[in-house]
């Protein structure tokens, strides 16, 4: 069983300037949730007991978000509202969380090499702090069975529309089975037209310990950042690497047309909140 979990979140975020200088783009709220708490439930859902999230000098708020606050469940608990009070506990009681600083924003794969001590030799999941993934069952239970049988890397892939690719890395490699990839290299965000698939990685890994070794011999690329994707060619060019195609839904709240479209999907769940978003849309727009 994988027990271990890395979660990336010391990014800038500098496409919610202004408000990413205090709030981290990790704690903006979907349906009532900080984008990363939704990711601690789904890897506690899936058994995962250990989890190290890499956080910056400014992100600070995740580790009070999870930490224990008892004046406040005291509080609710004098109102009455026990549940209120149990959810707080729970936030800390899911998993063991610990944290790690990166102290420069040397990109994803410094993040992850920042995981290497607390990893040790085991097998660890991989969830970027700023994406949902909606699938039955779990992503976290699908990367885990698949990293059982092939005892390879694998990561998370997700069918985009070909003119979008450079937004992504993309993968080369043979369907070995519906749905499931044998992959051999990685392109990182090519054009349409050098695309070896329309597949991007999903933001989802199960990795190996022979992912750091690499990341520490990785140049830094544009902008002084350390690629993740660099170290995963690597490891796809020389052993097995395997991708599980995605069959459920993604929610990418890194940019905040994004954030807002996930939102108002979650919004849409709830039939009597829904119905007045559809009543208050179809207002008249007012003018300034």
């Given amino acids: 069983?994988?027990?271990?979990?890395?979660?990336?979140?010391?990014?800038?975020?500098?496409?919610?300037?202004?408000?990413?200088?205090?709030?981290?783009?990790?704690?903006?709220?979907?349906?009532?949730?900080?984008?990363?708490?939704?990711?601690?439930?789904?890897?506690?859902g899936a058994g995962i007991t250990?989890?190290?999230?890499?956080?910056?000098?400014?992100?600070?708020?995740?580790?009070?978000?999870?930490?224990?606050?008892?004046d406040l469940e005291r509080m609710l608990e004098g109102k009455g509202d026990a549940a209120g009070a149990a959810a707080l506990r729970d936030l800390s009681a899911r998993a063991a969380l610990h944290y790690?600083?990166?102290?420069?924003?040397?990109?994803?794969?410094?993040?992850?090499?920042?995981?290497?001590?607390?990893v040790g030799s085991d097998p660890f999941l991989l969830f970027l702090g700023d994406t949902i993934v909606e699938s039955n069952p779990s992503i976290a239970h699908r990367l885990s069975a698949a990293y059982e049988r092939f005892r390879s890397p694998v990561v998370l892939l997700e069918r985009v529309d070909p003119a979008r690719v450079s937004r992504y890395g993309v993968m080369q490699g043979t369907e070995i089975e519906p749905g499931t990839y044998r992959i051999t290299d990685f392109v990182e965000k090519p054009t349409p037209e050098e695309a070896p698939s329309n597949l991007a990685i999903a933001g989802r890994y199960l990795l190996t310990p022979?992912?750091?070794?690499?990341?520490?011999?990785?140049?830094?690329?544009?902008?002084?950042?350390?690629?993740?994707?660099?170290?995963?060619?690597?490891?796809?060019?020389?052993?097995?690497?395997?991708?599980?195609?995605?069959?459920?839904?993604?929610?990418?709240?890194?940019?905040?047309?994004?954030?807002l479209l996930t939102n108002l999907r979650f919004a849409l769940r709830d039939p009597q909140r829904a119905a007045r978003l559809r009543a208050l849309l179809a207002e008249p727009t007012p003018h300034a």
């Fill in 50 to 70: 250990d989890i190290l999230m890499v956080i910056s000098r400014t992100k600070r708020t995740i580790e009070e978000h999870f930490d224990r606050s008892p």
């Fill in 1 to 44: 069983m994988i027990r271990k979990a890395v979660i990336p979140a010391a990014g800038l975020g500098t496409r919610f300037l202004p408000a990413s200088k205090a709030i981290p783009k990790e704690m903006m709220p979907v349906a009532g949730r900080p984008v990363i708490q939704h990711v601690v439930d789904e890897l506690a």
């Fill in 210 to 259: 022979d992912v750091f070794p690499l990341l520490a011999r990785t140049s830094p690329g544009k902008g002084g950042e350390i690629q993740l994707t660099d170290a995963l060619r690597d490891l796809a060019r020389t052993g097995p690497f395997h991708g599980i195609v995605l069959d459920g839904m993604r929610h990418d709240i890194g940019n905040p047309d994004d954030f």
């Fill in 100 to 118: 790690v600083w990166q102290p420069e924003m040397r990109g994803l794969g410094d993040a992850v090499l920042r995981a290497a001590a607390h």
